[in-house]
Nanobody
Framework: QVQLVESGGGLVQTGGSLRLSCAAS????????MAWYRQAPGKQRELVAA???????NYADSVKGRFTISRDNAKRTVYLRMNNLKPEDTAVYYC?????????WGQGTQVTVSS
């Protein structure tokens, strides 16, 4: 079971930037495909960005060109760099395996973008 702890969220104005971090436990982190997900109030959780063990990346259309996912296997950490943030990016952001493990959902980190 992989345990995940997200951090880096906060309140930012439209057009601002944030970098989220996700620290993972477990010896086989480098072999896992990882992803960032988000859930806005009243909406279903959605996949935002994904990265394979080989560092291939994929993004939701709504964040392409603005968000960048990366990983540091030595630190067992996945990052999400978010630029040009919009109010519709407001959500709780989670990281997890891809596909996600039910047992590995953490508390997430809140991102709020003010207009």
């Amino acid at each position: 079971q992989v345990q995940l702890v997200e951090s880096g969220g906060g309140l930012v104005q439209t057009g601002g930037s944030l970098r989220l971090s996700c620290a993972a436990s477990g010896s086989f982190f480098s072999l896992n495909a990882m992803a960032w997900y988000r859930q806005a109030p009243g909406k279903q959780r959605e996949l935002v960005a994904a990265i394979t063990a080989g560092r291939n990346t994929n993004y939701a259309d709504s964040v392409k060109g603005r968000f960048t996912i990366s990983r540091d296997n030595a630190k067992r950490t996945v990052y999400l760099r978010m630029n040009n943030l919009k109010p519709e990016d407001t959500a709780v952001y989670y990281c997890n395996l891809n596909p996600p493990s039910l047992a590995s959902w953490g508390q997430g980190t809140q991102v709020t973008v003010s207009s």
